[in-house]
């Protein structure tokens, strides 16, 4: 069964850094943009919000405000796996982590990575803590 699993999520202190992944299993990602999107730990699902994404060559990015400058979102296709680097961690970054191929709830970044339709995948999350 197509899916998508996010890896790599832990507790750092401020300040720190942690990379986090997405792997496709069951499907290629190799055509597809992915995006990550996170979730504050109790926060409505209508609260998460995107905050990058990559296009299906790697050639384009987005990132969010609140992430730009901090995180770097990078992909090996050959491991048909997704990366999100982030540096400079604050506590505010704390939040479930999700990877996607599906950008309907957020056009701008379907618009900037090249979203398709048709192979909407979410993961279940990777957790991320910031604190000291």
């Known amino acids: 069964q197509a899916h998508l699993v996010e890896s790599g999520g832990g507790l750092v202190e401020p300040g720190g850094s942690l990379t986090i992944s997405c792997s496709a299993s069951?499907?290629?990602?190799?055509?597809?943009?992915v995006g990550w999107w996170r979730q504050a730990q109790g926060a409505p699902r209508i609260e998460r919000e995107g905050?990058?994404?990559?296009?299906?060559?790697?050639?384009?990015?987005y990132y969010a405000g609140a992430v730009k400058g901090r995180f770097t979102i990078t992909r090996d296709n050959a491991k048909n796996t997704v990366y999100l680097h982030m540096n400079d961690l604050k506590p505010e970054d704390a939040a479930v982590y999700y990877c996607?191929?599906?950008?309907?709830?957020?056009?701008?970044?379907?618009?900037?990575?090249?979203?398709?339709?048709?192979?909407?995948?979410w993961g279940q999350g990777t957790s991320v803590t910031v604190s000291s």
């Open positions: 905050i990058s994404c990559i296009s299906s060559s790697g050639d384009a990015t």
């Open positions: 996607a191929t599906d950008f309907m709830t957020h056009q701008p970044m379907g618009e900037k990575c090249g979203y398709q339709p048709g192979n909407d995948y």
């Open positions: 069951g499907f290629s990602l190799n055509h597809l943009a």
